[in-house]
């Protein structure tokens, strides 16, 4: 039989499944082990308890200078930015991506600019923020929107493009309003891949949020990582990146479940 | 009372002739079936009544006033796909068209006038043979069905002239037998005015109480472009059916062979 129609079973999808991050664990161990039974004092790869001691610090202990545990208080400012700076984004590329799906005037008014505007690498126009906006939170929340608007715009314009026209002929057969096919036909329609858009948003919005907290920032989980760095405080900048990368996964699973609830009619064509 | 009348339509696309010179009166309660091989135009003149197509000459009046060059209201339809809205419930589906009607800002009825609504939207329903399935999403639905409740949601709306685009060509044949008893039925109690785009003779002459062939007359390559489709059979259906009158009363739909053959030489 050839291999590509041999299917595992459940169990063993599973086992598969859990492999790799079994592998990277047990290479991490063996190589901290080593390292440390050579040098007690080495830093580069700490093992489990040393990372739980630095940051049982961060977690539990009063931070001496301004009173927060800090890394409650980087999390929940750093979810602040994100969730600031994709509600943004969502907000515009809903107006503006079904207008511009929609209405043929405003796809030609929008559509060219932001696809030329979307060319722009991010990052390049922080320095511009931080002249403009200042170097406070309304930096990194602009950083965020710009960078994932228009990717989010061009896909809920998509989106509204690709609804049968048939459907929008039937709408206006039963003597639909351009207003009332937005709101009854176009949203409804729209609103399950706008969450399909915010999961893949979310990925260059983290990416945004640890840069402009890296370069311009005084709390955050980005700014920490980067701030410890100088003192190669791996035993904190490991657990840190596991609970971004934890956190991207919660939210991802949780839109990914609100899609479900709230669009039991929607199913996406392809496997997720 | 509704009378659809196309005068002198041509439609060319550039140097395409497509349609040349169609003139149709359509008299109220009648049910029209387009027939023609592929190709010969008549998505595109059922697009022009539509209002999606305007004609490159010559006028359709609706009622003696000229149409809107756009979908609306007056002219319902039914397409083969994506006809129903995927993210309406059954009931819902069938509501959106009196909610569009009486609720210009919102699209959505609350309270009495609501309860009206869905009460006639179940009378439709049951009509089609839809009642148990109201709250379903038409995703849970077979194409049939799926077919019949587009016939119920454009039939809610009370349009004028109902347009149908190959509705049923996209059936198994057994479900195509029960729709085509069920559109009978609906066109003979309703009292409605069809115009139906089919490429099936059998279906054709099974409904409608007249078949309209349209037919390129030259097809030689070299002529193809410069001569459009026209009228080349226009067939009163023997014996004919009459509508306000319950279906099965005597009414028989066996096509006379000299008119299928006919009709055949009309289409190949």
Redo the contacts between chains.
């Keep these: 039989m050839r291999i590509i129609n041999r299917h595992p079973s459940r169990g063993l999808y599973v086992l598969l499944a859990s492999l790799p991050f079994i592998a990277l664990a047990i290479a991490y161990g063996i190589g901290s082990y080593q390292r440390l039974s050579i040098n007690p004092a080495d830093k580069i790869l700490p093992s489990i308890t040393q990372m739980m001691t630095a940051m049982s610090e961060l977690m539990f202990v009063q931070d001496k200078r301004t009173g927060d545990y800090l890394f409650w208080s980087d999390t929940a400012i750093s979810l602040w930015r994100l969730a600031c700076g994709m509600g943004i984004s969502i907000a515009i590329s809903l107006v503006f991506g079904v207008a511009a799906g929609f209405i043929p005037w405003i796809r030609a008014l929008v559509k060219p600019f932001v696809e030329a505007f979307s060319l722009i690498p991010p990052i390049t126009i922080l320095p511009i923020l931080f002249i403009l906006v200042g170097l406070d939170e309304a930096s990194k929340i602009t950083l965020i929107a710009i960078g994932t608007a228009p990717l989010m715009l061009r896909a809920v314009a998509l989106a509204v493009e690709e609804i049968?026209h048939?459907?929008i002929?039937?709408?206006?057969?039963?003597?639909?309003?351009t207003?009332?096919m937005i709101?009854?036909?176009v949203l409804?329609?729209v609103l399950p891949k706008l969450i399909v858009a915010t999961r893949f948003a979310l990925i260059p919005a983290w990416i945004f949020l640890v840069s402009a907290e890296a370069i311009a920032a005084v709390s955050g989980l980005g700014y920490r990582i980067f701030l410890v760095r100088r003192f190669l405080s791996m035993d904190v900048i490991i657990p840190y990146v596991l609970w971004i990368t934890l956190l991207a996964w919660l939210m991802d699973i949780c839109l990914a479940m609100l899609q479900r609830r709230l669009?039991?009619?929607?199913?996406p064509e392809s496997k997720s | 009372m509704t009378t659809l009348v196309l005068e002198k339509i041509w439609k060319e696309y550039g140097d395409q002739i497509v349609l040349e010179n169609i003139d149709i009166t359509i008299e109220s309660g009648s049910f029209v079936a387009l027939v023609g091989p592929s190709g010969c135009g008549k998505t595109t003149l059922l697009k022009m009544l539509l209002g999606e197509e305007r004609p490159t000459s010559g006028r359709i009046l609706l009622d003696g006033v000229p149409l809107k060059p756009e979908p609306d209201w007056d002219r319902g339809v039914v397409f083969q796909r994506y006809s129903v809205f995927p993210h309406l419930t059954v009931l819902g589906n069938v509501l959106v068209g009196r909610e569009f009607e009486k609720s210009r800002f919102l699209g959505r009825l609350f309270g009495s006038r609501r309860e009206a609504a869905v009460e006639d939207a179940r009378t439709l329903l049951k009509s089609v043979g839809l009642a148990d399935h109201e709250n379903k999403y038409p995703a849970a639905l077979s194409g049939g069905m799926q077919q019949r409740l587009a016939l119920a949601q454009a039939l809610m709306r009370k349009p004028k002239i109902l347009l149908l685009d190959e509705p049923f060509g996209a059936l198994d044949p057994g479900i195509r037998a029960e729709v085509h008893a069920l559109m009978n039925q609906l066109w003979v109690e309703q009292g409605i005015t069809v115009v139906m785009v089919t490429h099936d003779l059998s279906e054709a002459f099974r409904l409608g109480t007249r078949v309209i062939a349209l037919e390129r007359r030259r097809n030689r390559p070299e002529e193809k472009e410069r001569y459009g489709a026209t009228i080349a059979h226009d067939i009163a259906v023997w014996p004919p059916k009459k509508q306000t009158k319950l279906n099965g009363s005597a009414i028989v739909t066996a096509t006379p062979p000299i008119l299928a053959a006919d009709a055949s030489a009309a289409v190949h």
């Excluded at chain 1, 002929?169 to 309003?177: E, H, I, P």
């Excluded at chain 1, 669009?263 to 199913?267: A, G, K, L, S």
Aim: zero cysteines; a positive charge; proline letters at 12%.
């Design positions: 049968p048939e459907m002929v039937k709408a206006q057969t039963l003597g639909a309003s207003w009332q709101t009854r036909v409804p329609q669009f039991p009619w929607f199913q």
